[in-house]
């Protein structure tokens, strides 16, 4: 045989020397004495009962009871500002002033030409009263007396006319004093004073937040179940942060709009929020939760208990009975041993005599929502009362043997009778390696 035949055929001794050892040693108790066999510690909780509210989730915008631009309603001179930027502001309260001079003379000048006019008046009068005075009545021709009583009536109307200016440009004068009309926040300051305003500027823009509104959507076929929902009872609107806790969750629903958006397929609805410690702001994006209804006696699992495969959601349930070939698939032990580990007090963690075995399946189960913000409504595939697997899912496989923990349990270490056990255990596998 030549040299590189021996060589190959040395090589290929090696390989399969290594192969031996790595079966061998893999047919070995695991580190510490526990066998690969031994009963998976998990967390497991019962499936509950409970009254859950069915909610509906989206998007809303927060908009302002009340938002006005304030503006002049008179030209003029912008002369003081009398608000901060970004503080609250009440009704009545002046925000600006505009130079009244131009409007304060015109109002001199119409009161001054209401005298005029009343002056005239009195002569025209006291003239008509002389004509028509019997004294004097034969020497005064007829379409004198009706020429005197057609001019007291002109100036009588003419000082009616005075009365309406002087009227009016009081009101006017009275604009150059801008008001709030609103209880609101003031934003930031349009103008500057020094600057020529008109009745198109802009000074500045309250908005009124308490209370406030949020603008949100839902998908069409929502619709008849919200209408429905709110003929019984108003409903409640939470607002939720990012992390999905509520934030503000006293709203109510006012408005359901009278028509689907044919480009979304959606439809709006407005909720009314007190906002007193200002969290809503306008223009803010927002997470809404709309309560439409209460699921009475809803089978509720803790959400961690749902699992998803190829086949869709499934719990891991645990029975006391290994499903069919659970022995020979998932390596759980045989009976005999099963009965050898209990009377030597449990070994591997095994449950001891007076506790039997328990087994998990994989169950498949409907969800029906989400119940709270840690539980999970199943609509079918369990029951009242079944224990399902919380923690731990990852060691698990059809037909494992585990030991059920309660939440926040931990395994308890094993006893010295479990400790000898494993060590004889182990000096057989190695007897028989």
């Given at each position: 045989?030549?040299?590189?035949k021996?060589?190959?055929?040395?090589?290929?001794?090696?390989?399969l020397?290594?192969?031996?050892w790595?079966?061998?040693?893999?047919?070995?108790?695991?580190?510490?004495?526990?066998?690969?066999?031994a009963p998976?510690?998990?967390t497991?909780?019962?499936?509950?009962?409970?009254?859950?509210?069915?909610?509906?989730?989206?998007?809303?915008?927060?908009?302002a009871?009340?938002?006005?631009?304030?503006?002049?309603?008179?030209?003029?001179?912008?002369m003081?500002?009398?608000?901060?930027?970004?503080?609250p502001?009440?009704?009545?309260?002046?925000?600006?002033?505009?130079?009244?001079?131009?409007?304060?003379?015109?109002?001199?000048?119409?009161?001054?030409?209401?005298?005029?006019?009343?002056?005239?008046?009195?002569?025209?009068?006291?003239?008509?009263?002389?004509?028509?005075?019997?004294?004097y009545a034969?020497?005064v021709?007829?379409?004198d007396?009706?020429?005197?009583?057609?001019?007291?009536?002109?100036?009588?109307?003419?000082?009616?006319?005075?009365?309406?200016?002087i009227?009016?440009?009081?009101?006017?004068?009275g604009?150059t004093?801008?008001?709030?009309?609103?209880?609101?926040?003031?934003?930031?300051?349009?103008?500057?004073?020094?600057?020529?305003?008109?009745?198109?500027?802009?000074?500045?823009?309250?908005?009124?937040?308490?209370?406030?509104?949020?603008?949100?959507t839902l998908?069409?076929?929502y619709?008849?179940?919200?209408?429905?929902?709110?003929a019984?009872?108003?409903l409640?609107?939470?607002?939720?942060?990012?992390?999905?806790?509520?934030?503000?969750?006293?709203?109510?629903?006012q408005?359901?709009?009278?028509?689907?958006?044919?480009?979304t397929?959606?439809f709006?609805?407005?909720?009314?929020?007190?906002?007193?410690?200002n969290?809503?702001?306008?223009?803010q994006?927002?997470?809404?939760?709309?309560?439409?209804?209460?699921?009475?006696?809803?089978?509720?699992?803790?959400?961690?208990?749902?699992?998803?495969?190829?086949?869709?959601?499934?719990?891991?349930?645990?029975?006391?009975?290994?499903?069919?070939?659970?022995?020979?698939?998932?390596?759980?032990?045989p009976?005999?041993?099963?009965?050898?580990?209990?009377s030597?007090?449990?070994?591997?963690?095994?449950?001891?005599?007076?506790?039997p075995?328990?087994?998990?399946?994989?169950?498949?189960?409907?969800?029906?929502?989400?119940?709270?913000d840690?539980?999970?409504?199943?609509?079918?595939?369990?029951?009242?009362?079944?224990?399902?697997?919380?923690?731990?899912?990852?060691?698990l496989?059809?037909?494992?043997a585990?030991?059920?923990l309660?939440?926040?349990?931990?395994?308890?270490?094993?006893?010295?009778?479990?400790?000898?056990?494993?060590?004889?255990?182990?000096?057989?596998?190695?007897?028989?390696?």
């Amino acid at each position: 045989m030549s040299r590189g035949k021996w060589i190959l055929t040395l090589i290929g001794i090696v390989v399969l020397v290594l192969i031996v050892w790595r079966v061998v040693s893999g047919q070995r108790p695991a580190a510490g004495g526990f066998s690969a066999n031994a009963p998976v510690p998990v967390t497991v909780e019962p499936v509950v009962t409970e009254n859950v509210p069915i909610y509906l989730t989206s998007q809303g915008t927060v908009q302002a009871l009340n938002t006005v631009n304030v503006q002049p309603q008179v030209g003029g001179e912008l002369m003081k500002l009398d608000f901060v930027e970004g503080q609250p502001v009440s009704k009545g309260q002046v925000l600006a002033e505009i130079d009244p001079r131009t409007l304060q003379t015109q109002l001199d000048q119409a009161i001054a030409k209401r005298q005029q006019d009343m002056a005239q008046l009195a002569t025209a009068k006291a003239n008509l009263e002389r004509s028509e005075n019997p004294k004097y009545a034969p020497y005064v021709a007829q379409i004198d007396t009706i020429t005197q009583r057609n001019t007291v009536n002109q100036l009588q109307a003419a000082v009616a006319a005075d009365d309406a200016n002087i009227r009016d440009t009081r009101v006017q004068l009275g604009f150059t004093r801008i008001t709030s009309p609103i209880d609101g926040l003031a934003g930031i300051r349009q103008v500057d004073p020094g600057n020529v305003v008109n009745t198109t500027t802009t000074i500045v823009t309250i908005a009124q937040l308490h209370p406030i509104y949020v603008i949100f959507t839902l998908a069409g076929t929502y619709l008849d179940e919200v209408r429905a929902a709110q003929a019984k009872a108003p409903l409640n609107l939470a607002i939720l942060s990012p992390d999905g806790k509520v934030i503000e969750g006293d709203g109510v629903l006012q408005v359901i709009d009278n028509q689907i958006d044919p480009n979304t397929g959606a439809f709006k609805l407005k909720a009314q929020f007190p906002n007193p410690d200002n969290l809503l702001f306008p223009g803010q994006y927002v997470p809404t939760r709309l309560q439409v209804s209460v699921a009475s006696d809803a089978l509720v699992v803790p959400t961690a208990a749902v699992q998803r495969g190829p086949n869709g959601e499934y719990v891991w349930l645990v029975t006391d009975t290994p499903p069919p070939g659970a022995n020979a698939d998932s390596g759980s032990n045989p009976p005999q041993q099963d009965r050898r580990k209990r009377s030597a007090g449990g070994q591997g963690g095994a449950p001891a005599a007076d506790k039997p075995a328990k087994y998990v399946k994989m169950q498949p189960v409907t969800v029906g929502g989400g119940a709270g913000d840690t539980g999970t409504i199943i609509t079918s595939g369990l029951k009242a009362g079944d224990l399902v697997v919380t923690a731990g899912q990852f060691r698990l496989k059809e037909g494992s043997a585990i030991t059920p923990l309660k939440p926040g349990e931990v395994p308890a270490p094993p006893t010295t009778t479990q400790i000898k056990a494993a060590a004889e255990s182990s000096g057989r596998g190695r007897g028989r390696g």
